[in-house]
């Protein structure tokens, strides 16, 4: 970064000055530290702005093509690391026009003509944020694939089902692993909500009042890919309710993230063992030779603190802000920055750990049996079968429970005599259900974790993620 030893007034607006900032003064103020990440949109913005002024005949189709043309120089020379940003230009905005401005001479100076740093920044925002739904779509797919090919590969084993992490009921691995494509798929619903309420264009709004000049916002707007212009210019240049949306909707996955990252984290510990984590997605330690640690799980799981934190951030920023534009706005981009690439590499990272993983049977089923997770099977087979009101089945049950566990067995090894001294009405026929293989079968009803229904809906995912 050079910075302007003298203390010039700024060229960009300097004209009632006579004094330079203050050193700090430029320190506070400047964002090419971060908002040079908007180059891309700021140029795509700037060509679209330049062209609508040309066939408004606002300014010369001369003028506008040597615009367009020197704005692609100057995105190369940005993308190409060959830039020289300067601080005392403050911004990407006026960056690229000084350097727009030595390539091309005052012609330069036609650009900002009806437009204002306070749209510009705006429309450059929505672009990039935009982009960055549409990225969060695709790395949700992704990661819905993955998941969608554990479960197959899973649909009928069984597992233990928990609440309050007690074993409750026997699950299957697939029903568990569709859990999240579902809360994936609301996340992804989320993103392109947001993308379609934040694809209006706030280029035209100006300052804040709009423009005396006769500009054509449908053809900005239409060039750039939004649904139409922003109906309200004070509304356009002041608000950042679709970046919170963003966040909001990270935010969201993230958490949906940070509960599957710990359920990996505990699965693949010593004392489960439900899964083995790929090489590829675990660190060693330094001093003990025997670990293999979940740490992109464990970090996966951390994210969700940046990307909430950016989100408070931004709202507290926004909060009491009165109308239009205010500089604090400028603390918008490096929450959504930061927030974006968090979640964008925690996406990446879950989907390949998840595509790397491998599920242990053996010791899911095994798991499954325990803590007389078929109880509840039990229960119903006394309802179902010898017509008992549904409390007095569980306390029946109940109190079968207690037998097994001061014989130290679990329920399908009661003998028969045993079952008959709890209830009469209790025969052979009972063990029929006390299987995890049976409980699972049996929970048919739609949503449920049969492996029948379990296959059902993994043809429906895999069809909406063709
Ligand atoms: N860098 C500024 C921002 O990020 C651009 C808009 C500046 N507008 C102004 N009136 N100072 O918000």
Known sequence: MTDTPDRAANTMWGGR?????????????????????????????????????????????????????GLLTVLSEIERGAFAFSTALE???????????????????????????NDQVA?????????????????????QRALVAQAEAGADCPMPGFTHLQVAQPVTWGHHMLAYVEMLGRDSGRFADARARMNECPLGAAALAGTSFPIDRQMTAATLGFDRPAANSLDAVSDRDFALEYLAAATICATHLSRLAEELVIWSSAQF????????????????PQKKNPDAAELIRAK??????????????????????????????????????????ALAAMAGMVADMTANRAALEAAAATGFSTATDLADWLVRVAGLPFREAHHVTGALVAR???????????????????????TEDVYSVLGVANSVASRTS???????????????????LA
């Not at 690229?96 to 437009?115: F, Q």
């Not at 982009?131 to 992704?142: E, K, M, Q, S």
């Open 273 to 288: 063992r439900f899964v083995t984590m790929s090489d590829r997605w675990s660190t060693g330690s330094s001093i003990m």
């Open 17 to 69: 000055f006579d004094d330079g900032p203050d050193a700090i003064m430029e320190a506070i103020n400047a964002s090419i530290g971060f908002d040079r990440r908007l180059a891309r949109e700021d140029v795509e913005g700037s060509r679209a702005h330049a062209a609508m002024l040309a066939a408004t005949g606002i300014i010369t189709e001369e003028d506008a093509g040597a615009i367009r043309e």
């Open 91 to 117: 911004d990407i905005h006026m960056n690229v026009e000084s350097r727009l401005r030595e390539l091309i001479g005052p012609a330069a100076g036609r650009l900002h003509t009806a437009r204002s740093r």
């Open 446 to 464: 739609y949503g449920g974790t049969a492996p029948a229904r379990v296959r059902e809906q993994i043809a429906r995912w895999k069809e909406i």
């Open 404 to 426: 097994a566990e001061a014989a130290g067995c679990d329920l399908p090894d009661l003998p028969l005599a045993d079952m008959r001294a709890a209830h009469p009405a209790i």
């Open 304 to 345: 969700i603190g940046r990307i909430l934190g950016a989100n408070v951030a931004l709202l507290t920023v926004m909060k009491g802000l009165p109308l239009a534009y205010s500089k604090d706005m400028q603390e918008d981009k490096e929450q959504v920055f930061d927030a974006a690439d968090s979640l964008d590499l």
């Open 123 to 143: 429309s450059d925002f929505r672009l990039w944020v935009r982009g960055r739904c549409d990225a969060a779509v695709d790395g949700i797919a992704a990661l």
